[in-house]
């Protein structure tokens, strides 16, 4: 079992910077690759970003040099820095945790553990 729990969500505007957090915590996390997605109102949940393996990030082409995933000092934290922020980039933004293989990784039914969300809001 594993229990995740995102913050960092507010109301920004275009072109602000955010920083997203999502702890973990359970056992054998060793085993789990941890990523970020996000839904904005009426569309379907989306990739954004994964550090798997803890080595190798990937990134939707949406926001592909704007944002940045990482591992915190603190065990088993997850980041997702998020610069030049564009209304487009409004949602929920949610962190997942799953036994992904790589082809994987930017679908959400593979990821069975969820945090409860963070919504970050830009506005024009």
């Known amino acids: 079992q594993v229990q995740l729990e995102d913050s960092g969500g507010e109301l920004v505007q275009a072109g602000d910077s955010l920083r997203l957090s999502c702890a973990a915590s359970?056992?054998?996390?060793?085993?789990?690759?941890l990523a970020w997605f996000r839904q904005a109102p009426g569309k379907e949940r989306e990739f954004v970003a994964t550090?798997?393996?803890?080595?190798?990030?990937y990134y939707s082409d949406s926001v592909k040099g704007r944002f940045t995933v990482s591992r915190g000092t603190v065990k088993n934290t997850l980041y997702l820095q998020m610069e030049t922020l564009k209304p487009e980039d409004t949602a929920v933004y949610y962190c997942a945790a799953g036994r992904t293989i790589l082809s994987s990784i930017r679908n959400p039914t593979a990821y069975p553990y969820w945090g409860q969300g963070t919504q970050v809001t830009v506005s024009s």
């Open positions: 550090l798997f393996r803890s080595t190798r990030t």
């Open positions: 359970g056992s054998t996390l060793s085993d789990y690759n």
